[in-house]
């Protein structure tokens, strides 16, 4: 599988610049599928495939488990960012 390393640096309060970033990437078919401090990695996908997001929160298994059971994958964490992605046309169920 094709993967690619990037190094960018995103500031705490632009969380939505780098979600926004991240899922562009994911439309060029560049899916997020680790993290680490600066330092995002990607693996070739099918373009648009994957939608990622990002949320603010403690360790919670109970609720990283509910995402995991809507469909979810958990990517990783980066201090108290974490990181999951969602294959399908959006992060919501389609009608």
Not at 10 to 38: H, I
Not at 52 to 79: C, H, N, P, T
Request: proline letters at 1%; one cysteine or more; hydrophobic letters at 40%.
């Amino acid at each position: 599988m094709e993967t690619k390393k990037v190094t960018k640096w995103f500031w705490v309060w632009d969380y939505e610049k780098e979600e926004l970033w991240l899922n562009s990437m994911a439309a060029e078919g560049w899916t997020l599928c680790r993290v680490g401090f600066c330092t995002f990695y990607f693996e070739r996908t099918e373009p648009g495939a994957y939608i990622v997001r990002e949320e603010f929160r403690k360790r919670d298994a109970a609720y990283e488990s509910f995402l995991q059971e809507m469909g979810a994958e958990y990517i990783g964490r980066m201090a108290m960012w974490v990181y999951f992605r969602r294959n399908g046309c959006c992060w919501r169920s389609c009608s």
